[in-house]
Each structure stands twice: as C-alpha cells, then as structure tokens.
C-alpha cells in the first residue's frame, strides 16, 4: 500500500500508516483499530497480540530514538503495551485516532524513562558515597563504608543551609533541578549553582577526612 490515506478517517500519513500495517497490504480504517482497542478493553487478548503484531515497530522506533537506549527501548515498549491492555477501556476516539493515543503513551513513558535515568546518573553522585553495606559483605569492607557513609553525614551538615536543602530535594527525594526550583521558589539557575557548590564541597570533604584516616 502507498498511503494509509485511503482510511475512512484519513487521519494517518503514509509512513506511519505503513508501518502499523507490517506485512499487510491491505488498508485499516480508522473505525478498525477503534474496534480493536475496544476489544483489548474488554480484556480481549488476541486483538492485544494483534495491536502489537500491527503497531510494536513504530513504538519502539519513536522509543528509541528518544531514549537512544537498545535495552530501555525494549523494556519502555512492552510498558506501552501493558498499559494499553489497562487503559484500553478508557479510550474515546473523540480525542484523537489510535495511532496517536498509541504515540502518546509511547512519547510519555520514553520522556520517563530518560529523566529516571537522568535522575539516577546525578544521584549517583552522592549516593554511591553513602551506599549501605552487605551485611554478608567482608566485614573490613563493611567498616570502611560505614566510616564513608558518617564522613558524607557530616559532610552534608557542614553545607550552608541553601546548600542542603537542594542537595536533600534532588538527590534524597529524587527530583530534577526544575522539580526541585519549583517546590523551593527558587530560581532553577540558583538551584543548579547550589548544587554544583555543594557536590564541589562534598567531594572535597570526604577526600580530604579519607586521606586522614
């Protein structure tokens, strides 16, 4: 087929319309894939399997190409579809074709996926500092993180009271730098200079009281 135009609702454009189809050549209208989302919303699996067969190329492909992660694309994919299999029920084709509701969904839990990544990259920083130990860990390696985790403590007291504040909002309650400017009224600019500032400070206090023990 050379355009899915040919739907009753014309609503898709050629490539995507290509893509849903797969190895069909034959068109799908508009009503069809309503029909079926319908169908998943009345926890019906094989129009489930069918809606994945037809549209799991192009998720992942939008996945991927906001995530740029193979294996989190993979796993963001099959999120998309199971919250389909739980929303299905709730979708209107007032608001828009099922391709798009599909596109949505997959859009959204990418744009997740990267700011939980995100997030895990910058709390690594302090957190890696603080990590509690294996009790089946050897118990000298046990000691030393335990020492570690009270040079972070103290470390993190000794910051200004601006400074621990937005430590404690972007790594403790895992927020982003705009999370953590809004919930605190504070410009983001400020936000991100405070914690560059008190990350400088911490990496140089504990390197600093490790180098004494």
């Not at 079926?36 to 190329?57: C, E, F, P, S």
């Not at 998720?59 to 294996?71: C, G, K, P, Q, S």
């Not at 997030?119 to 009790?135: F, T």
């Amino acid at each position: 087929m050379s355009s899915a135009a040919s739907s009753k609702t014309g609503n898709a454009s050629p490539a995507l319309g290509q893509l849903l189809l797969g190895r069909s050549q034959t068109p799908v209208s508009e009503s069809e894939w309503v029909e079926l989302v319908h169908r998943i919303g009345q926890q019906d699996q094989i129009a489930l399997q069918v809606l994945y067969d037809r549209t799991n190329r192009l998720v992942f492909t939008l996945v991927m190409r906001i995530t740029a992660d193979r294996e989190a694309a993979e796993e963001v994919t099959l999120d998309v579809f199971h919250e389909i299999w739980q929303r299905a029920s709730t979708y209107d084709p007032v608001n828009g074709t099922v391709a798009g509701w599909i596109m949505n969904q997959a859009r959204s839990r990418a744009c997740d996926r990267v700011r939980f990544d995100h997030r895990k990259k910058r709390s690594g920083n302090v957190l890696d500092l603080v990590a509690v130990p294996d009790a089946a860990e050897d118990p000298l390696h046990a000691v030393q993180l335990r020492e570690r985790q009270g040079l972070v403590r103290n470390a993190i007291e000794n910051l200004s009271a601006e400074e621990r504040k937005v430590v404690e909002c972007a790594f403790f309650s895992d927020l982003t730098h705009q999370e953590v400017a809004d919930q605190l009224n504070q410009p983001l600019g400020t936000v991100k200079t405070r914690i560059r500032s008190a990350l400088a400070k911490l990496r140089h206090a504990v390197g600093r009281e490790l180098k004494e023990l």
